[in-house]
Structures are given as structure tokens and as C-alpha cells.
């Protein structure tokens, strides 16, 4: 199966049903565990991203938060938000089927404090520094439920079984 092309198939579908140009395909060992396109526009959810939803159901399946083996295929460069996600589950490899520069002529997502051009130079500035305000409000009963979970954990303080390197 050409799942390059069943996630193009999939994006344009969802352009014909009033939905965003995106989609994704998530594969492992030869055949396709989860896909989804975006439904944002369907949902009125902002974090019902292709990349998301799709990453949702094939950790559901897979009962693991883990996407090892997996080779995710998108319509698109993910944005930051899948981008972090994609990370986040660790898939093998992630195919992208155009660029921000290839489709800006055709969509454009620029909303407040969210403009593709600038977004991703957004994350390395120091939260003091980003367009979107933010304040720092320390409380020390926040740290304590991350030691609650490090004892919960017998003193581990990472996630046991996550992918690393």
C-alpha cells in the first residue's frame, strides 16, 4: 500500500467534507494502526490535529504511550504543537508530503501569537521573551506532587519503559 498516498487521499477528502488540508497515517510492521484527518474545523477543538488524533488511537491500540516501530506519514511539516507530540511518543520516523513553504500560497493559519514564519523561534526564547504573556507563579506544593509521584515510583524519577536515545 502507498500510505504517502492514502494520507493525501485522506487530507483531500477532508477538504471535500469542510475540513483542513491535513492528515495523517501511522504504520507499523507493514500496516496502518491509526489515521485520522485534522477536525478542527468539525470539532471546534484546537488540538484535533491529524498528528494528535492519529497519535490518540494508535497509542490506544498499542495500550502504550510509546510509538516505537512506527513510521508516521503527514501531510504536511507538523506544526509545534505535533511536533512536541511527535517527539513526546517516539515513533521511528516521520514522513512529511509538503512544506509550510509549498502550500502558503494556498493556506495560511496565522492567528494571535500563532504565525507559522515566527512560531518555532517562539519555543527558544525564555518565557519572559514570548508574545503569548506568561507568568511564573512558584508554589512549592506544585514540586511536591512531583516528589509524590518520584515515591510513588520507588525513587524513580523517570517514566519506566520510555524510549531513551
Known amino acids: 500500500m502507498d500510505f504517502a498516498q492514502r494520507t493525501?487521499?485522506?487530507?483531500?477528502?477532508?477538504?471535500?467534507?469542510?475540513?483542513?488540508p491535513f492528515a495523517?497515517?501511522?504504520?507499523?510492521?507493514?500496516?496502518?494502526?491509526?489515521?485520522?484527518?485534522?477536525?478542527?474545523a468539525q470539532t471546534s477543538d484546537p488540538?484535533?490535529?491529524?498528528?494528535?488524533?492519529?497519535?490518540?488511537?494508535?497509542?490506544?491500540t498499542l495500550g502504550t504511550e510509546h510509538?516505537?516501530?512506527?513510521?508516521?506519514?503527514?501531510?504536511?511539516h507538523p506544526c509545534p504543537m505535533c511536533l512536541g507530540s511527535l517527539?513526546?511518543?517516539s515513533p521511528d520516523e516521520v514522513v512529511?508530503?509538503?512544506t509550510r513553504d509549498a502550500y502558503e500560497p494556498h493556506y495560511v493559519?496565522?492567528?494571535k501569537y500563532f504565525e507559522l514564519?515566527?512560531?518555532?523561534?517562539?519555543?527558544?526564547?525564555?518565557?519572559?521573551?514570548?508574545?503569548?504573556?506568561?507568568?511564573?507563579?512558584?508554589?512549592e506544593d506544585a514540586v511536591d506532587v512531583h516528589r509524590r509521584w518520584q515515591q510513588r515510583n520507588g525513587g524513580e524519577r523517570r517514566v519506566v519503559g520510555a524510549p531513551t536515545s
Open 8 to 20: 493525501i487521499d485522506l487530507a483531500r477528502r477532508n477538504v471535500e467534507e469542510g475540513g483542513r
Open 24 to 40: 495523517t497515517v501511522i504504520v507499523k510492521d507493514g500496516e496502518i494502526l491509526a489515521e485520522s484527518p485534522n477536525l478542527v
Open 47 to 60: 488540538t484535533a490535529h491529524a498528528e494528535i488524533l492519529a497519535i490518540r488511537e494508535a497509542c490506544r
Open 67 to 76: 510509538l516505537t516501530g512506527a513510521t508516521l506519514y503527514v501531510l504536511a
Open 87 to 89: 517527539y513526546y511518543c
Open 96 to 98: 512529511f508530503l509538503t
Open 109 to 111: 493559519d496565522d492567528r
Open 117 to 139: 514564519a515566527t512560531f518555532y523561534g517562539e519555543f527558544t526564547k525564555d518565557y519572559t521573551d514570548r508574545r503569548l504573556p506568561m507568568t511564573y507563579e512558584p508554589r
